[in-house]
């Protein structure tokens, strides 16, 4: 304000000059400071209007600002030293809306000016990432500016955010959108009549949420607006309240004529715009001082261009003349006049209770709404997919009322859309206790299946931002408990392929053989950087954070290698890489763990040890035959090769059906055999001729090289359980949703909550 102070002189001078003179008087009397009374000469002097050299002083008083400023020395500095150089979405739009901060006035036509008020914003949005910056926040801001220093305007906005305007300034100005119905039912009870007229115009909704968002800054100009920002610091809330059904009582003759919204938006808006501070004739501009030139040295700034308190509002910067309407200071005292004894602070506040669950329900029920029409065409019923989505957002309201989890990783992660899309955004926890409860892969509780549940979640996560969007959530548990049994093969298969598993975690009771096939892997996916990191990084077998598992130097490469993955498991047909030996061991250990304690355990587990030496064996008939020699790669017809498998285990077996098998309860079935089972598998592999297809192509049940390695393809996989009628029971079972979603509802919760930490 110093730097950019326009004169001061005239009826003007003398009016700031006496101002001065009666706050002295009142300091003298009543203290300064935080010390100064509250008194009725107090609340005169507010009316009046601030003089400007004060008005920091008096917002800091009055709104407990200085109490902040007080206790927290040097807080501000540490903040803009950690938010400024900060990369994150609030300062991208930060910068974004910077020029457009108070353009009437010359402070922001230069870096100067724009440097401090980013600062400012951006330090706000690293003290509250739950709020970060909301669009209306750079015009308070830049006004604060103009009155405070940079820390003093810090901690008023801070003030206004978090204690005079709650929740007016988060994703979904809930708190804008609450005094919007409180301000409708104040209408209805003053201006019965008026309000019933913008009812039948549509206009209930539309009036008061800019006025309130930006403290009227945005539909009058800042010279008027700040003399409510004076009684606003003083009083509260409930002055905004006060100038704005006064605002409409001035005009209600006028408004009731009106035809349709569109007249009656033009007419509040001129009125608005002519608001002003004193009462000279209309005051020609002739520029616009928002396309003004910066300037770069401060003392040859024209300081005569415009005189404090010429009438310039937003529109009438573009004009030549302007018509006035009604002096500020008129509207505050006739707000006191008319609203002052019947409009109190605790009416506002029990209004605000009242309207508040209205809101939060109203923009509950379009998130629902928003995340149901993104959830593809499933078996699901859409009674079945509304349930769900109600219990999973409830259990998660729960959960961040109790504070166990914060609700700012996915609002800001959802970032600026408006379509509630922070609603939809489930994490890792909380999709392992959706899953565990309503997938037929997870429901028998076993935490041994953490890892195979994070593999999902990883598959399923697009953006690898450690979040999955509702849809999903349906999709997977489609898939899991009502898709085709192939297809829900075929993702078993996938969720143990490079880079979802790391090959890391897994050991082989002999030499590790896994090293080609993982780069035949890497190769199809175009992930071998990816696969380096993964390689080398470790991971619990109870992840609970993306970044703990798959720390890549690029984001994009590990986000089309996931992709890539993600379409092969959801495509029909789609090629596959075939699978090593240290894979296919954790695979069956999955499958193990899937099947304890569900229907016909024992008969399952006979089938799984059945099935796992099937394809152990054929794991080593390419190893140990070299059958890509056997193919006769001049003929166009395809080849059919029959081979003797036994499935008894030898003594070389023995310690890797331990690891296949690891659990002590299981019968050893095997063992107790005393026949020799042979069964004929038809490996048959097709060859084109003249041209030898390469690995890429990889739609071969075999390689077409000859190497030594242990492998099995999918193909083999999918023949392999579909000879075992328990295994194609339980992958061909549909699961009943709605059982599972009443089951769960009578618990009250997915994830069970200590007492101790439950809401008062």
């Known amino acids: 304000m110093e730097l950019y102070a326009l004169p001061v002189h005239g009826d003007i001078l003398e009016t700031e000059t006496e101002k001065e003179k009666e706050w002295t008087k009142h300091f003298e009397e009543f203290g300064r400071g935080m010390t100064i009374y509250r008194t009725t000469d107090t609340t005169q002097l507010i009316l009046r209007g601030v003089p400007d050299k004060l008005r920091s002083e008096i917002?800091?008083?009055?709104?407990?600002?200085?109490?902040?400023?007080?206790?927290?020395?040097?807080?501000?500095?540490?903040?803009?030293?950690?938010?400024?150089?900060?990369?994150?979405?609030?300062?991208?739009?930060?910068?974004?809306?910077?020029?457009?901060?108070?353009?009437?006035?010359?402070?922001?036509?230069?870096?100067?000016?724009?440097n401090a008020l980013r600062r400012v914003l951006c330090s706000y949005a690293c003290r509250n990432p739950h709020i970060g910056y909301c669009q209306a926040m750079n015009m308070v801001a830049s006004v604060l500016l103009l009155y405070c220093s940079e820390e003093e305007a810090f901690w008023l906005l801070v003030g206004i955010c978090e204690r005079l305007l709650p929740d007016y300034y988060n994703r979904k100005v809930v708190g804008a959108m609450v005094d919007q119905n409180v301000m409708d039912e104040l209408m209805e009870k003053h201006l019965p009549k008026l309000h019933a007229h913008l009812v039948k115009l549509n206009m209930i909704g539309m009036i008061c949420l800019s006025w309130f968002l930006t403290l009227f800054l945005s539909v009058m100009s800042y010279d008027c607006a700040v003399w409510i920002m004076d009684c606003f610091f003083f009083e509260g809330a409930k002055v905004i309240f006060q100038v704005a059904l006064t605002i409409l009582e001035l005009n209600e003759e006028a408004l009731l004529k009106c035809q349709d919204e569109g007249e009656a938006m033009q007419l509040l808006s001129e009125y608005l715009n002519g608001i002003y501070v004193i009462g000279d004739s209309v005051l020609d501009i002739g520029e616009d001082l928002s396309k003004s030139p910066p300037f770069n040295n401060l003392n040859s700034f024209p300081l005569q261009t415009i005189p404090t308190g010429a009438p310039v509002g937003p529109k009438s910067r573009m004009e030549r003349s302007h018509k006035k309407s009604v002096l500020i200071s008129t509207i505050i005292f006739e707000s006191y006049r008319r609203f002052d004894t019947i409009l109190q602070s605790t009416d506002i506040s029990t209004l605000r209770l009242k309207h508040r669950l209205k809101v939060i329900q109203t923009l509950e029920d379009a998130a629902?709404?928003?995340?149901?029409?993104?959830?593809?065409?499933?078996?699901?019923?859409?009674?079945?997919?509304?349930?769900?989505?109600?219990?999973v957002r409830g259990d998660h309201l729960w959960q961040v009322a109790c504070g166990a989890v914060s609700d700012e990783k996915a609002v800001s992660t959802a970032g600026t859309s408006g379509n509630g899309h922070q609603y939809q955004l489930i994490d890792l926890e909380q999709f392992r206790s959706a899953f565990m409860a309503f997938s037929p892969w997870g429901n028998n509780g076993n935490p041994n299946l953490h890892p195979l549940i994070h593999r999902i979640f990883m598959l399923f996560d697009d953006d690898c931002d450690g979040y999955i969007k509702f849809c999903d959530l349906v999709q997977i548990l489609a898939i899991t408990g009502c898709g085709d049994v192939t297809y829900r093969l075929r993702l078993f298969y996938c969720l143990h392929l490079p880079p979802l598993l790391n090959t890391t975690?897994?050991?082989?009771?002999?030499?590790?053989?896994?090293?080609?096939?993982?780069?035949?892997?890497?190769?199809?996916?175009?992930?071998?950087?990816?696969?380096?990191?993964?390689?080398?990084?470790?991971?619990?077998?109870?992840?609970?954070?993306?970044?703990?598992?798959?720390?890549?130097?690029?984001?994009?490469?590990?986000?089309?290698?996931?992709?890539?993955?993600?379409?092969?498991?959801?495509?029909?047909?789609?090629?596959?890489?075939?699978?090593?030996?240290?894979?296919?061991?954790?695979?069956?250990?999955?499958?193990?763990?899937?099947?304890?304690?569900?229907?016909?355990?024992?008969?399952?587990?006979?089938?799984?040890?059945r099935v796992g030496t099937l394809l152990f064996k054929l794991g080593d008939v390419g190893s140990r035959t070299g059958v890509s020699k056997i193919i006769n790669k001049s003929s166009n017809s395809s080849t059919t090769l029959t081979l003797p498998i036994n499935l008894i285990p030898t003594p070389n077996d023995q310690e890797t059906l331990s690891i296949l098998c690891p659990y002590d309860d299981f019968p050893t079935v095997l063992a107790n055999q005393t026949n020799q089972i042979t069964e004929c598998v038809n490996l048959q592999v097709r060859s084109k001729s003249p041209e030898v297809p390469t690995r890429d192509k990889l739609d071969l049940k075999l390689p077409l090289e000859s190497d030594d390695e242990w492998h099995i393809t999918f193909e083999q996989f999918v023949a392999s359980v579909l000879t075992e009628e328990p295994l194609v029971e339980f992958f061909e079972a549909k699961t009943n949703l709605m059982i599972s979603i009443e089951k769960h509802k009578a618990k009250g919760l997915l994830r069970q909550t200590s007492l101790s930490s439950s809401p008062d």
């Open 368 to 391: 629902m709404r928003n995340a149901l029409r993104s959830v593809p065409q499933t078996n699901f019923s859409q009674m079945e997919i509304q349930e769900l989505f109600l219990l």
């Open 59 to 114: 917002w800091l008083i009055y709104s407990g600002a200085s109490n902040e400023l007080a206790n927290h020395a040097g807080h501000y500095a540490d903040l803009v030293e950690a938010a400024v150089l900060k990369k994150c979405q609030s300062n991208e739009e930060i910068e974004r809306d910077l020029h457009r901060s108070l353009p009437e006035h010359p402070a922001f036509h230069d870096e100067l000016g724009l």
């Open 505 to 609: 975690d897994v050991s082989t009771p002999a030499e590790d053989n896994s090293t080609e096939i993982a780069t035949e892997a890497s190769e199809f996916f175009n992930i071998e950087s990816a696969l380096e990191v993964l390689e080398n990084s470790s991971s619990s077998s109870t992840p609970t954070k993306m970044s703990m598992d798959l720390e890549i130097n690029s984001k994009q490469q590990r986000q089309d290698s996931l992709t890539k993955l993600r379409e092969a498991a959801s495509m029909e047909g789609s090629p596959l890489p075939q699978m090593d030996q240290t894979h296919f061991i954790s695979m069956w250990k999955s499958f193990y763990d899937v099947f304890i304690q569900q229907k016909n355990e024992q008969n399952a587990y006979h089938s799984i040890v």
